[in-house]
Structure formats: C-alpha cells, structure tokens
C-alpha cells in the first residue's frame, strides 16, 4: 500500500514536499514516480526515479521546479516542488513499477497511492 502525504493550498511561487510512504512492500524493488490528475485532464507523469536513485525523469513544464528523491531505508519517496504555479493544481498520486525501464505511461505502473491535493492560487 502507498500513502501519499503533503498536498495542500500554497500561493504561487511557494513549495511543497510530498511524500509517499509504503507498507507492506519494500520500494526498493519498483521504479517509482510521481503522477498528477487535473480536473478534466488526463493522468500525467510528473517525475520518475530508478530503484537506486541514480536516474530520474521529468516533464518538461517541471524541469528545474520539481526533484524527485527516494529514500530507500524509510521506504519513502518524496517530490520537492518549488516553485509553484496555478498550472500545477492537481490531484497527485505516487506509483510503483515493476519495470527497470522508465516510462511515462500510467499503463506501466502497478501500484498507486490514493491521491493528495495540490492547489496553487494565483
């Protein structure tokens, strides 16, 4: 099971640190990413990190915003999210993969988190 943790409401150019905690599960065995679900949008990856830590992913509008980061001991994966925009207001959810392959697609992740709200007001 994934628990997501650390959405709320922020004014634009704040930050915030989500966490995803997990149990019954060791998270060093799954690529791990960061998705997030705006109101009548698609599910999007935000950020994905390999099992070790070493590679990461990001998308675009993120670049330079966002950090992915595992801690494997604690069996935790946190976002840093800096920099916040309206645009970023989304519900957000942690993903777990079985894949050493990265991928974007929501198809590829086998396990999720139950979602934590993000709203960034203008």
């Known amino acids: 099971q994934l628990q997501a943790s650390g959405g709320g409401l922020v004014q634009a150019g704040g930050s915030l640190r989500l966490s995803c905690a997990a149990s019954?599960?060791?998270?060093?065995?799954?690529?791990m990413g960061w998705f997030r679900q705006a109101p009548g949008k698609e599910r999007e990856l935000v950020a994905t990190?390999?099992?070790?830590?070493?590679?990461?992913y990001y998308e675009d509008t993120v670049k330079g915003r966002f950090t992915i980061s595992r801690d494997n001991a604690k069996n935790t994966v946190y976002s840093q999210m800096n920099s916040l925009r309206p645009e970023d207001t989304a519900v957000y959810y942690c993903?777990?993969?079985?894949?050493?392959?990265?991928?974007?697609?929501?198809?590829?992740?086998?396990?999720w988190g139950q979602g934590t709200q993000v709203t960034v007001s203008s």
């Open positions: 990190i390999g099992r070790t830590g070493v590679y990461t």
């Open positions: 019954g599960r060791t998270l060093d065995n799954y690529r």
């Open positions: 993903a777990a993969s079985n894949s050493i392959l990265m991928s974007t697609a929501v198809s590829r992740y086998d396990y």
